[in-house]
Nanobody, 121 residues
Framework: VQLQASGGGLVQAGGSLRLSCALS???????MGWFRQAPGKERVLVAA????????YYADSVKGRFTITSDGAKNTVTLQMNSLKVEDTAVYYC????????????????WGKGTQVTVSS
């Protein structure tokens, strides 16, 4: 099983970025989402999507600015990040998990490689 993440980069405050994550190597349905980890801080859940009940979760800090969506095949999730703030700067990690909701960091089944998001003032 692999999670292939793409996107990220450098943007000015107020700008937008998009992250995508593709799950491969399994036909099992997982909840998928994005965690982020800023320097010196814990890795926290930002947004997640659960196929089975079509639930979405957003951290309070990103509600109204970030949107997580899936493709029709339900093996790719995209995180559209708008109105980015300097405090959104972090390494973002795609994750897949099958047992808890909202996704818990200690229950993640698979992690993707982190991608850097940097928001400048």
């Amino acid at each position: 099983v692999q999670l292939q993440a793409s996107g990220g980069g450098l943007v000015q405050a107020g700008g937008s970025l998009r992250l995508s994550c593709a799950l491969s190597g399994t036909s099992r349905r997982y909840a998928m989402g994005w965690f982020r980890q800023a320097p010196g801080k814990e890795r926290v859940l930002v947004a997640a999507l659960r196929w089975r009940l079509e639930n979405t979760y957003y951290a309070d800090s990103v509600k109204g600015r970030f949107t997580i969506t899936s493709d029709g095949a339900k093996n790719t999730v995209t995180l559209q990040m708008n109105s980015l703030k300097v405090e959104d700067t972090a390494v973002y990690y795609c994750a897949a998990e099958s047992s808890t909701w909202p996704m818990r960091r200690d229950a993640i089944d698979y992690w993707g490689k982190g991608t850097q998001v940097t928001v400048s003032s």
